[in-house]
């Protein structure tokens, strides 16, 4: 595939990037895992915007079976999975040494952990999907408590838990993956009006409007959007003007643009497009989608082609166009993330357990064809900068 050319915008953005590379020193990511495995809980480690070298993982919290992290707007506090009968666990982060201090957890007693976490803009509400038990659960984020009040962050107790399974709906076609609801994520919307659920067994996405104050979930006036059937409506996130939302099918490798109605939260179907090469026939499930800062670039994984997807968006009229194929550097990228700097991209390479670095070359959008460097971490499955 030949370069794109190369534009003033282009070229503003790669001068862009190189400045936030050299004037802003190593970047810190987060790594949640499975633990069982000679995992201990959440590592911690720092890229180098330079050069991409990862540096050697470090314990920042033990902790059963941290899968999904999410960090605080404010960037104080990292928000974990928790396994056991707790929801969710909050720590408090030192932004010098990593390490995380435990504060609080909110508790279900339902046995089963959650498998996604998503926070607020207001930083008052945590929603956490459940995939086991197709439901949803809201909690409040409390000021003071444990930590100084200027902090804030403890854990409430949850408010409301909403279960899909008594709905009412049909399940989608596929008979062991969507034999019941499947709640998979919430993506909040840039205007902190609306969370969408993904609810993989159902194959429909949720639109429910946000009570930040209170903590809570209701339904919005366009309720839910039907997928096509045996998608599997897994992860999502918003364009940057946040006109989009982007939706990637785990169960049919595909990446869905949708127009996002600010009033009454409906989506609009704009474009589906295949993760997978045309001559790709093997088992396959998709996992991630994230969009590059500066908009223009996305990007999702594979399990099973074992790589990252890169399209082009163009933002305004919503369509995808297929850039090319990255290989993820190891087995199973369950998860994936963009520096906020734009120049790296990291695996979370679960079967192979490895952290890959990519440089993102700057015209085309593309991760490097290897990586940039590798290192080792039990069952890793989610992977986040701190800043």
Same mark, same amino acid.
């Given at each position: 595939?030949?370069?794109?050319?190369?534009? &003033?915008?282009?070229?503003?953005?790669?001068?862009?990037?190189?400045?936030?590379?050299?004037?802003?020193?190593?970047?810190?990511?987060?790594?949640?895992?499975?633990?069982?495995?000679?995992?201990?809980?959440?590592?911690?480690?720092?890229?180098?915007?330079?050069?991409?070298?990862?540096?050697?993982?470090?314990?920042?919290?033990?902790?059963? &079976?941290?899968?999904?992290?999410?960090?605080?707007?404010?960037?104080?506090?990292?928000?974990?999975?928790?396994?056991?009968?707790?929801?969710?666990?909050?720590?408090?982060?030192?932004?010098?040494?990593?390490?995380?201090?435990?504060?609080?957890?909110?508790?279900?007693?339902?046995?089963?952990?959650?498998?996604?976490?998503?926070?607020?803009?207001?930083?008052?509400?945590?929603?956490?999907?459940?995939?086991?038990?197709?439901?949803?659960?809201?909690?409040?984020?409390?000021?003071?408590?444990?930590? $100084?009040?200027?902090?804030?962050?403890?854990?409430?107790?949850?408010?409301?838990?909403?279960?899909?399974?008594?709905?009412?709906?049909?399940?989608?076609?596929?008979?062991?993956?969507?034999?019941?609801?499947?709640?998979?994520?919430?993506?909040?919307? $840039?205007? &902190?009006?609306?969370?969408?659920?993904?609810?993989?067994?159902?194959?429909?996405?949720?639109?429910?409007?946000?009570?930040?104050?209170?903590?809570?979930?209701?339904?919005?006036?366009?309720?839910?959007?039907?997928?096509?059937?045996?998608?599997? $409506?897994?992860?999502?996130?918003?364009?940057?003007?946040?006109?989009?939302?982007?939706?990637?099918?785990?169960?049919?490798?595909?990446?869905?643009?949708?127009?996002?109605?600010?009033?009454?939260?409906?989506?609009?179907?704009?474009?589906?497009?295949?993760?997978?090469?045309?001559?790709?026939?093997?088992?396959?499930?998709?996992?991630?989608?994230?969009?590059?800062?500066?908009?223009?670039?996305?990007?999702?994984?594979?399990?099973?082609?074992?790589?990252?997807?890169?399209?082009?968006?163009?933002?305004?009229?919503?369509?995808?166009?297929?850039?090319?194929?990255?290989?993820?550097?190891?087995?199973?990228?369950?998860?994936?993330?963009?520096?906020?700097?734009?120049?790296?991209?990291?695996?979370?390479?679960?079967?192979?357990?490895?952290?890959?670095?990519?440089?993102?070359?700057?015209?085309?959008?593309?991760?490097?064809?290897?990586?940039?460097?590798?290192?080792?971490?039990?069952?890793?499955?989610?992977?986040?900068?701190?800043?």
């Amino acid at each position: 595939m030949s370069p794109q050319k190369l534009t &003033n915008d282009d070229a503003a953005a790669r001068s862009a990037t190189a400045t936030l590379r050299q004037t802003k020193g190593p970047a810190r990511l987060y790594v949640g895992t499975y633990t069982g495995s000679g995992s201990e809980g959440i590592y911690t480690l720092q890229i180098d915007r330079l050069s991409g070298a990862l540096a050697v993982p470090e314990v920042a919290a033990k902790t059963a &079976n941290p899968t999904w992290l999410i960090v605080s707007p404010d960037k104080r506090r990292l928000y974990a999975v928790s396994g056991g009968d707790a929801a969710a666990a909050a720590y408090a982060v030192d932004r010098v040494s990593g390490r995380l201090t435990p504060a609080s957890e909110a508790y279900l007693g339902d046995g089963k952990p959650p498998c996604h976490l998503a926070i607020d803009a207001t930083a008052q509400l945590l929603i956490a999907s459940h995939y086991h038990h197709g439901t949803v659960t809201t909690i409040p984020i409390q000021a003071g408590g444990n930590w $100084p009040a200027s902090h804030g962050g403890t854990l409430g107790s949850p408010t409301r838990v909403i279960e899909h399974s008594r709905l009412g709906h049909p399940t989608g076609p596929h008979p062991t993956r969507q034999d019941a609801p499947h709640v998979h994520s919430a993506t909040i919307s $840039p205007d &902190n009006r609306y969370a969408y659920i993904c609810d993989l067994g159902l194959d429909r996405i949720y639109a429910y409007a946000l009570d930040s104050e209170h903590a809570t979930l209701s339904p919005a006036p366009s309720f839910y959007t039907a997928t096509r059937p045996g998608a599997g $409506p897994r992860h999502a996130t918003f364009s940057r003007d946040g006109r989009l939302l982007l939706v990637v099918g785990e169960l049919d490798s595909t990446l869905t643009t949708y127009t996002y109605n600010s009033e009454t939260a409906a989506l609009t179907l704009v474009d589906t497009q295949s993760l997978l090469p045309a001559n790709f026939s093997g088992e396959n499930t998709a996992a991630e989608v994230r969009i590059h800062p500066n908009g223009r670039w996305v990007y999702a994984s594979n399990r099973g082609h074992d790589s990252i997807a890169t399209f082009a968006l163009d933002d305004t009229r919503g369509q995808l166009r297929l850039l090319g194929h990255t290989p993820s550097g190891g087995r199973s990228p369950r998860h994936f993330a963009i520096c906020p700097c734009g120049g790296w991209l990291v695996t979370a390479n679960q079967e192979s357990n490895t952290l890959c670095a990519f440089a993102i070359d700057q015209t085309t959008g593309l991760p490097s064809s290897t990586p940039t460097s590798t290192v080792t971490v039990p069952k890793p499955v989610c992977v986040v900068f701190s800043e």
